[in-house]
């Protein structure tokens, strides 16, 4: 079946503590992104990854890293969380860049909250 | 910049009644279009989308058309169903390739 899939879906921590939330797509997908989604405020760009060791920063970038090793794996990185990162968190792939009829597939989301 | 904009929810209705959820654009050049829906605790998916003017999406009975004159690509459904509860998004391409513009969603709530 092809999809996105997000680790963990659900995870509490404490400021300060480094935390990884990995993305991994099945589909041979060039495009990657990851969106945090807030109350009032949709759906804001973190970062996203054009290709393979391409990445760029999207609307809201701070405290936030990603890399591009492999075509399939796009993981966000908290280096040091703090109670603002606390959100629902979703990552999206698509089969090249977003233009025309290119859609997203969205993961199903992991909720963090930071104490 | 472009940037897409939805009423706000919540929109509460009762079984079988007529959907309309508005959404306008502002964008440089020709956008393509997009409804994604996100039902309780899982991701976004695409409902429907259009990409050109006058183009009409459809999908599960919902429907939107492309109007350009108006920038608007109002998402309809003739009788809605409790399964239809869910939050929708429009959404715009922003030409550069980099990212989609999301409103910021409604809530819909249809009760039995």
């Known amino acids: 079946e092809a999809q996105v899939t997000q680790n963990p879906r659900y995870l509490i921590t404490v400021t300060g503590k480094k935390l990884t939330v990995t993305c991994s797509q099945n589909?041979?997908?060039?495009?990657m992104s990851w969106y945090r989604q807030d109350p009032g405020l949709g759906l804001r760009q973190i970062y996203y990854s054009m290709n393979v060791e391409v990445t760029d920063k999207g609307d809201v970038p701070e405290g936030y890293k990603v890399s591009r090793k492999e075509k399939r794996n796009f993981p966000l990185i908290l280096e040091s969380p703090s109670p603002n990162q606390t959100s629902l968190y979703f990552c999206?792939?698509?089969?090249?860049?977003?233009?025309?009829?290119?859609?997203?597939?969205f993961g199903a989301g992991s909720r963090l909250t930071v104490l | 910049g472009d940037s897409v904009t939805q009423m706000e929810g919540p929109v509460t209705l009762s079984e079988e009644a007529f959907l309309t959820i508005n959404c306008t654009y502002t964008a440089t050049g020709y956008p393509s279009l997009f409804w994604y829906v996100q039902y309780p605790g899982e991701g976004l998916q695409l409902l429907l989308k259009?990409?050109?003017?006058?183009d009409k999406g459809s999908n599960k009975g919902f429907e939107a058309t492309y109007r350009k004159e108006t920038t608007s690509f109002h998402l309809e459904k003739g009788s809605v169903q409790v399964s239809d509860s869910a939050v929708y998004f429009c959404?715009?391409?922003?030409?550069?390739?980099?990212?989609?513009?999301f409103g910021k969603g409604t809530s819909l709530l249809v009760t039995p």
């Open positions: 259009a990409t050109k003017a006058d």
């Open positions: 589909m041979n997908h060039e495009y």
């Open positions: 999206a792939s698509s089969s090249a860049q977003l233009t025309g009829a290119n859609v997203l597939t």
């Open positions: 959404a715009l391409n922003s030409n550069s390739g980099y990212a989609l513009n």
